[in-house]
């Protein structure tokens, strides 16, 4: 399976509720206003996926600078405006557990990327249940 197909995986097991919980904390700590981020970064983001692409745009460096701090706003509540402190957070023992190498892991590593797409504007946050828990149909598709 290759990189993008693991993470896209991973987007697929997020439930609904839990898909559009990080969207909401991603919109507001990532606000213009939110004094919690770069004024433009969901912006920037938009534009950079436009230009690259889904899964495409992310620069190499940007996993441990601006995604590290996308993954806080996820999983932390201990910092930034009270529209995103109000918002439950989703720890990463909470999320669905992903294989990696015959041992399952929740990290916000495998879908944060979905997340800022999703923020963004270019992915669904449709509500189905986990692959795994679906009857697939080969016709329909998930």
């Not at 692409?53 to 940007?62: H, K, N, S, T, V």
Request: overall charge negative; some cysteine; glycine content about 8%.
């Amino acid at each position: 399976m290759s990189y993008q197909e693991f993470h896209e995986a991973a987007w697929a097991k997020l439930p609904f509720w839990q898909r559009r919980l990080a969207v909401e904390r991603l919109k507001a700590g990532l606000s213009p206003t939110s004094g919690f981020a770069p004024p433009t970064a969901l912006a920037d983001w938009s534009a950079l996926i436009s230009e690259h692409g889904l899964g495409e745009w992310l620069p190499l460096y940007f996993h441990f600078s601006d995604g590290m701090a996308v993954r806080n706003i996820l999983r932390s509540n201990h910092a930034g405006p009270p529209e995103l402190r109000r918002l439950p957070v989703i720890l990463d023992e909470e999320l669905p557990g992903m294989d990696y190498d015959g041992h399952e892991q929740h990290n916000w590593d495998d879908t944060y990327v979905q997340c800022i797409e999703a923020a963004c504007g270019f992915r669904e946050l449709e509500e189905r249940a986990y692959p795994d828990q679906a009857v697939f149909d080969f016709e329909a598709g998930l």
